[in-house]
């Protein structure tokens, strides 16, 4: 698996999914599996099936988290010039038909939030605005068509 970057609080989300599983999931199907255990016959029994399935299914996202911790890093966000749009930047945007105002932070691709206001930095919309300046004019291709943006403001 390849390195992936995070902020420091998208990397203790992850750590905390995993203690979660590991602590509370895992001991809660190891019951169920003994509990269907007890019932009898396993060659014609449903719940153990599900049982097994189901921690199958925990084994192996634990294992996919153990190993995206593993190779994870952290960007330092004091280092990030602000005076351009780059992964981390907080953009103020406008839109010059509309004239509706937004603001979207652009975020390692796992850790999008659009609710959040946190877009992908690989998204269309990222995209238009890395390496543009305070005052630029962003034209963007979206799926709707061609939007055209201003950025009023650029923060971290």
């Given amino acids: 698996m390849s390195i992936q970057y995070f902020t420091q609080e998208g990397l203790d989300k992850l750590k905390k999914e995993l203690a979660q599983l590991i602590s509370v999931e895992r001991p809660l199907i190891s019951q169920q599996i003994a ?21 199958g299914m925990l084994e192996l996202r634990i294992s996919q988290l153990e190993e995206i911790i593993r190779n994870a890093r952290i960007i330092d966000t004091s280092k990030i010039d602000i005076s351009k749009v780059a992964l981390l930047s907080t953009v103020e945007l406008r839109n010059t038909k509309t004239k509706g105002v937004i603001k979207y932070t652009l975020v390692p691709e796992n850790e999008t939030d659009i609710k959040k206001g946190k877009i992908s930095i690989n998204s269309p919309i990222a995209k238009g605005l890395l390496g543009k300046s305070k005052g630029d004019i962003a034209e963007i291709k979206v799926p709707a068509g061609i939007i055209t943006l201003e950025i009023i403001n650029i923060t971290r």
């Fill in 35 to 55: 509990e269907a255990r007890d019932k009898g016959d396993l060659s014609e029994n449903a719940e153990y099936d599900a049982a097994k399935n189901a921690q």
